[in-house]
């Protein structure tokens, strides 16, 4: 498995930088996970994050801050290194497990959705997809924008082949219709901008999906 | 001192280390928080609770693959992202921010080499990217100023400014490439 689609460097440096809504966060963070070169640029940008923090203007803490603050490390004495959750959940990636997710509904035949639980408002809705081997989805536009990790499988379009790991990204300039590939059924986690309106989530959900 | 030297003593639960951290980064945090846009005691409280948990992570920085600077701004950063989810979901339960991307299971976390090898690539391509370029990258997203400010600072036109950043980001993916 080779990654060849990548965030653009600006969502990435948004990404380490703290500023992306949490849907966004997620797709970016769980392409991140996998892949080592975007993993190394958010390295580099937070090594400039550092530098800034070396660089600015120091504001005064408040009096008694340093005390506070040690009041609290009685209570909280230094932890080893713990190892990650130990959740099992093979069919996700690590980062994944630490979310709510919520249950499968199917969206049209051959293609189910399950909403995640994201911690704090977003401006875009996360979301597992899948999609039987060889759905056809209908020609469509996003109202919004459209960050999509694959998990498993594959799907092409005009943009190329995208597989597992690979990381695409659709706005209302885009008019595509992407193909499920053969063979095994498609997991991505989308996160998706557009109208909240729960009537036209669903609609729309819906609509873009059929099967052919 | 060098910091990292005194985050490990930190993890050995060693006070006065601490002591000398805080009275470094803890304005520090609290200056770059104001800068953006945090409100004061919001500031306040990022900048007691990202030193808090230096105290209680000292044991997993790592030296080898990141400065201690870095570390504790990452720390920061995922207590605001914390901190402005909180507020606006009254109420919610507690989400730890700090998504383990960093964390390749691929790359066996005792192979000091090859992190050495990572850091000082990422290092290489810092120091290659000109000064204008990573005032770029700081300014709009660490330290999240407006265009209009960017401009101001660098001393270009408001319609280049994203060009600019683009520009940055895209020459400093090109520099971790090359240095494989």
Redesign the interface.
């Given at each position: 498995m080779s990654v060849t689609h990548h965030p653009s460097p600006e969502l990435l440096a948004g990404f380490a930088a703290g500023t992306l809504d949490a849907g966004e966060h997620l797709v970016v963070a769980v392409h991140a996970s996998g892949c080592s070169a975007c993993r190394r640029l958010l390295r580099a940008v937070e090594g400039i994050g550092g530098s800034t923090l070396e660089a600015v203007e120091p504001a005064a803490m408040k009096a008694g801050a340093f005390e506070a603050v040690m009041a609290k490390l009685d209570r909280s004495p230094p932890q080893p290194s713990v190892p990650a959750d130990s959740l099992t959940d093979d069919e996700l990636p690590e980062i994944l497990r630490h979310y709510r997710i919520g249950r499968r509904r199917w969206v049209a035949p051959g293609v189910s959705m399950r909403p995640i639980e994201l911690p704090g408002p977003s401006r875009s809705r996360a979301f597992l997809l899948s999609s039987n081997p060889g759905t056809h989805m209908l020609e469509h536009t996003h109202t919004g924008s459209e960050l999509t990790c694959v998990l498993r499988g594959s799907f092409s379009h005009e943009g190329g082949r995208f597989g597992a790991g690979d990381f695409d990204f659709g706005d209302e300039t885009l008019d595509h219709q992407p193909t499920v590939g053969d063979g095994e059924p498609c997991l991505c986690l989308v996160a998706m901008t557009g109208d909240l309106r729960i009537n036209g989530f669903f609609g729309r959900l819906i609509s873009p999906f059929v099967r052919l | 001192m060098e910091w990292a030297t005194l985050i490990g003593r930190?993890?050995?639960?060693d006070?006065e280390a601490?002591?000398r951290l805080?009275?470094h980064?803890?304005?520090?945090?609290?200056?770059?928080m104001?800068?953006t846009g945090a409100s004061s005691d919001d500031?306040?409280e990022i900048?007691?609770e990202t030193?808090?948990a230096v105290?209680?992570?000292?044991?997993?920085f790592d030296p080898v693959?990141?400065?201690?600077?870095?570390?504790?701004?990452?720390i920061?950063?995922?207590l605001?992202?914390d901190q402005?989810?909180?507020a606006?979901?009254t109420g919610?339960v507690d989400?730890?921010?700090e998504?383990?991307?960093?964390?390749?299971?691929?790359?066996p976390a005792d192979d000091v080499m090859a992190r050495n090898d990572?850091a000082g690539?990422?290092?290489t391509?810092?120091s290659s990217l000109s000064e204008e370029q990573?005032m770029a990258?700081?300014l709009?997203?660490?330290?999240?100023r407006p265009h209009p400010e960017i401009a101001d600072f660098l001393g270009i036109p408001l319609g280049t400014v994203k060009s600019r950043?683009?520009l940055a980001?895209?020459r400093?993916?090109a520099l971790?490439?090359e240095t494989k």
């Open positions: - | 930190v993890a050995d639960g006070r601490f002591r805080f009275e980064f803890a304005p520090r945090v609290k200056g770059l104001l800068k500031a306040e900048a007691q030193l808090l105290w209680r992570k000292a044991a997993q693959s990141a400065g201690a600077a870095a570390w504790i701004y990452t920061a950063r995922n605001r992202i402005v989810r909180r606006a979901r919610a989400h730890d921010a998504l383990d991307y960093l964390v390749d299971p691929a790359e990572e690539r990422i290092a391509a810092l990573s990258i700081r709009s997203f660490i330290e999240e950043i683009r980001m895209n400093l993916r971790l490439d």
